[in-house]
T-cell receptor, first 114, second 115 residues
Framework: DQQVKQNSPSLSVQEGRISILNCDYT??????FLWYKKYPAEGPTFLIS?????DKNEDGRFTVFLNKSAKHLSLHIVPSQPGDSAVYFC?????????????FGTGTRLTIIP | DARVTQTPRDKVTEMGQEVTMRCQPI?????VFWYRQTMMQGLELLAY????????DSGMPKDRFSAEMPDATLATLKIQPSEPRDSAVYFC?????????????FGEGSRLTVL
């Protein structure tokens, strides 16, 4: 039972354009959402997060949008740069299980084309 | 430079052998997680400790996997006996616990290949 779903295994975007990565969740108890970025042969690193009391959080080129009614969040990267090529994981936490326990999606491999 | 340290980075072993992976969490973090990365499941939670006490190991095959924290600076994940389907990258992560924002810090992973 995949509670966090990333339906696009891969995405290719031209350098300078906007990259949009999508994530859907099924557990309505999730109230905190994070995006992690992973380069080959490295561990995932935290990128950006959003609480369910917000619908948008921005950090430089990265913006996360949350639509609670649709149980959907997205990560926007603009402008996309070659260094953004990586696997992006969406994650969510359920306060009933402790905020630090994260449920991850299967990841989306983003390739930025120079 | 605080980081999570995992050993070994790479392990190739034969089916039936015991495998032990080790993790040193970031000093001061009181939660430790073991995740396994697979193509189908993404990052799959295997076990979770808070203040060295196991809180959730429901994602772990109990008959062959075991996870422990002998002390605050060491977490171990053991597979005995190993099987080819255990081949994956195993990540350890630590976090500041309930006082934090939910962000976890991951090690570089242990790539296991079981022949």
């Amino acid at each position: 039972d995949q509670q966090v779903k990333q339906n696009s295994p891969s995405l290719s975007v031209q350098e300078g354009r906007i990259s949009i990565l999508n994530c859907d969740y099924t557990n309505s108890m999730f109230d905190y959402f994070l995006w992690y970025k992973k380069y080959p042969a490295e561990g995932p690193t935290f990128l950006i997060s959003i609480s369910s009391i917000k619908d948008k959080n921005e950090d430089g080129r990265f913006t996360v949008f949350l639509n609670k009614s649709a149980k959907h969040l997205s990560l926007h990267i603009v402008p996309s740069q070659p260094g953004d090529s990586a696997v992006y994981f969406c994650a969510a936490s359920d306060p009933a299980k402790g905020n630090e326990k994260l449920t991850f999606g299967t990841g989306t491999r983003l390739t930025i084309i120079p | 430079d605080a980081r999570v340290t995992q050993t070994p980075r790479d392990k190739v072993t034969e089916m039936g052998q015991e495998v032990t992976m080790r993790c040193q969490p970031i000093l001061g973090h009181n939660t430790v997680f073991w995740y396994r990365q697979t193509m189908m499941q993404g990052l799959e939670l295997l076990a979770y400790f808070r203040n060295r006490a196991p809180l959730d190991d429901s994602g772990m095959p109990k008959d062959r996997f075991s996870a422990e924290m002998p002390d605050a600076t060491l977490a171990t994940l053991k597979i005995q006996p190993s099987e080819p389907r255990d081949s994956a990258v195993y990540f350890c992560a630590s976090g500041p616990g309930l006082a934090g924002t939910g962000e976890l810090f991951f090690g570089e992973g242990s790539r296991l290949t079981v022949l």
